[in-house]
């Protein structure tokens, strides 16, 4: 017993002494940076010795020098303070490390590891990706510590099926839920495909399943309000980090998530549309990490996956709906803000994404470190613990939101998925509706629009203005109905000519088009006495008939005319729709000139003789004139 008591005394004998070897560790370490920190500015020398060197004691390679040492000591600094258990101060040095030198992954594993010790999941995997990725120098365990992180989450899974899964759940709860299964789904992408870029049809379900449940449970936290935009700007570069690496699959999620996001921007902007003033302008939730996501799948190569594509146009037309609306948002404050120079540099949170490597193709790759100046500015930064709600806050912040708005118009511009409709709106490519575009312009101007006054609200039929003014020419049509001028026959008459009068002939304007009129005409100028149904449909021009087949347009009929009002007779002859025409030298049909005549053109035949040869009269039905006692009529037959 006394042995096992020395034993523990000793132990907490040496970590006494471990703890106050960090702790003299770490003054040493504040005291250098606090120097380094005073090379960069004065202002943030917190003692005596640190103000004995200054910047005009440096040349350029001594402020380089500055930067990279400094980097160095701030991983040391934030090392201990892990050992220390003292997680935010750690965290503190290695954010203000990782903006010295963005592309190095040390920091962000460092940071990773800190977010894995609050069970904060979802912040450890993006510092690994960050890790992972990182431009310059990737930390070599960051990989192995993913791997580790996703069984991790899995055990969590099967231990919790019930957490965040009900109505009655807390929001911490949900939340926690969502996060795991968005992290689950991260690790079942990687599996879709193996090294060969070969699909596995069994990942591929199970991931295609739990990416519906991720994308219902994003939807339920934005519109509750449960994610914020930092969050979500993470989970955006968490999934551009496993699209990199995984197949279409991975991508058609980043088009979910941000369809997702740009649904609940519109939702957002339309609550500001119509502010009283420009002051009155509030951050816009999502819009950010809208436009990383952007940015991002405007780098995507095109494929032929079915999965890819229907996220795609989705995707697209959601964020032209949010689009739309910020462009208006963007119009009512533009009298306040303008518009010149506001799209010279992208959104400050863009800042912090620098060094990371899938981002690259939109973003410029940083140095290995940052110079002096900017290692100036981090610091201050670093160091400033003041609030946030100084003199001229408020004018800074909204203008800075009206920045966030333009630039995402300038992105929807530089689109080539996106067009403008002739309503200056913007529309998904190809997916232009009839009331979304233009009036085509005809070129050629020789049409009239041409419409029965029954044919309804539909557009006009147009034809050729010739066909129109060369049958408007035509002699002596007048007299189709000098037949009818006894009294027993003008009812008939006055029927024939309200029932097929011919359709009304109106101009109509169109865009760079000198619509032509023709003269004013009596009705029956186009009636002709017809058997059933009146015919609709203009004649062709002359020589040239409509192709067999043909269907006449809408509201018309077929053409179907009785040229004799003797028509009514019957007659069993196959070939026959009415009897023959009467004889009339006025009629049109009648002349060899006509396109439509039986004569052929200089015939010398008498018309007259040809209709009452005997021929025509056995084909329709006349009692023959023969000598034939064998001869029986067709009509007669039974």
């Known amino acids: 017993m006394k042995s096992r008591g020395k034993k523990q005394n000793a132990l907490e004998s040496e970590f006494k002494d471990f703890q106050h070897n960090l702790d003299e560790a770490i003054k040493y370490y504040t005291f250098i940076i606090d120097i380094y920190n005073g090379l960069l500015d004065p202002s943030l020398a917190q003692s005596q010795q640190s103000q004995e060197l200054t910047q005009e004691d440096l040349d350029e390679n001594d402020k380089a020098a500055v930067v990279q040492i400094l980097y160095r000591f701030l991983i040391c600094a934030g090392d201990l303070h892990r050992y220390k258990e003292q997680p935010n101060k750690a965290l503190l040095n290695y954010e203000q490390a990782a903006l010295l030198s963005p592309g190095q992954g040390n920091p962000y594993n460092n940071m990773a590891v800190l977010e894995q010790q609050k069970d904060s999941i979802c912040n450890a995997l993006y510092y690994y990706a960050r890790s992972i990725k990182a431009s310059y120098k990737v930390f070599q365990t960051s990989s192995t510590n993913t791997l580790r992180l996703y069984e991790i989450n899995q055990k969590w899974l099967k231990a919790n099926p019930t957490v965040g899964q009900d109505t009655t759940s807390s ?5 926690k839920r969502f996060n795991a299964n968005f992290v689950e789904l991260q690790r079942q992408l990687t599996l879709t495909v193996d090294a060969n870029g070969i699909d596995h049809c069994k990942a591929k379900t199970d991931a295609v399943t739990l990416m519906d449940t991720v994308i219902l449970g994003l939807e339920a936290l934005l519109a509750s309000s449960g994610l914020g935009d ?11 980090f496993t699209a990199t690496d995984c197949g ?15 649904d609940r921007v519109a939702q957002n902007v339309s609550k500001q549309l119509g502010i009283v003033s420009v002051e009155n302008l509030r951050s816009i939730r999502g819009l950010v990490p809208l436009l990383i996501t952007c940015d991002h799948v405007l780098t995507f ?13 989705n995707f697209w037309s959601k964020v032209c709906s949010a689009a739309n609306k910020c462009k208006t948002l963007v119009d009512d404050c533009s009298s306040k803000f303008g518009k010149s120079g506001s799209l010279e540099k992208t959104p400050k949170e863009y800042q912090g994404l620098a060094g990371f490597t899938p981002f690259e193709k939109f973003m410029e790759k940083p140095p290995d470190y940052i110079s002096f100046e900017e290692a100036r500015e981090v610091a201050i930064k670093s160091h400033s613990s003041a609030s946030k709600k100084r003199s001229g806050n408020e004018n800074i912040t ?15 511009e530089k689109s080539d998925k996106v067009t403008r409709s002739h309503k200056d709106l913007f529309c998904p490519l190809g997916e232009l509706d009839e009331t979304s575009v233009d009036p085509p312009m005809l070129e050629n101007d020789d049409v009239i629009a041409y419409q029965h006054p029954q044919h309804g609200g539909g557009p006009a039929l147009l034809v050729p203005g010739a066909m129109l003014v060369d049958m408007v020419s035509q002699k002596d049509t007048t007299q189709v109905f000098d037949r009818f001028d006894s009294s027993n026959d003008s009812n008939q008459k006055d029927m024939i000519q309200n029932e097929y009068a011919a359709p009304t002939v109106t101009a109509v304007q169109y865009p760079n088009l000198v619509a032509k009129t023709i003269p004013s005409l009596e009705e029956k100028a186009y009636s002709t006495f017809r058997n059933e149904e009146p015919a609709r449909t203009l004649a062709p021009p002359p020589g040239l008939p409509p192709p067999p087949g043909l269907p006449p347009p809408p509201g018309f009929s077929a053409p179907n005319i009785s040229l004799d009002f003797l028509s009514g007779k019957p007659t069993k002859n196959p070939f026959a ?26 015939d010398p035949t008498d018309r007259t003789e040809l209709l009452e040869s005997q021929l025509i009269k056995d084909l329709w039905g006349e009692e023959p004139i023969t000598n034939n006692p064998f001869y029986k009529h067709p009509a007669s037959k039974v």
């Open 398 to 412: 909204a203008d800075e939101h009206y920045l966030k708005l333009l630039y995402f118009l300038e992105v929807m």
């Open 301 to 313: 190569a095109s494929t032929e996956d079915q999965e890819f594509l229907a996220s795609e146009e």
């Open 230 to 240: 930092t969050l979500l700007c993470r989970m955006v570069v968490i999934n551009a």
């Open 171 to 175: 929001k911490k709860d949900v939340s």
């Open 248 to 262: 279409a699959l991975a991508h058609a999620f980043v088009f979910r998530f941000g369809a997702a996001l740009a």
């Open 577 to 602: 729709v009415n009897r023959p025409i009467a004889t009339n030298g006025n009629f049109n049909l009648m002349q060899s000139e006509h396109p439509n005549s039986f004569l052929q053109y200089d």
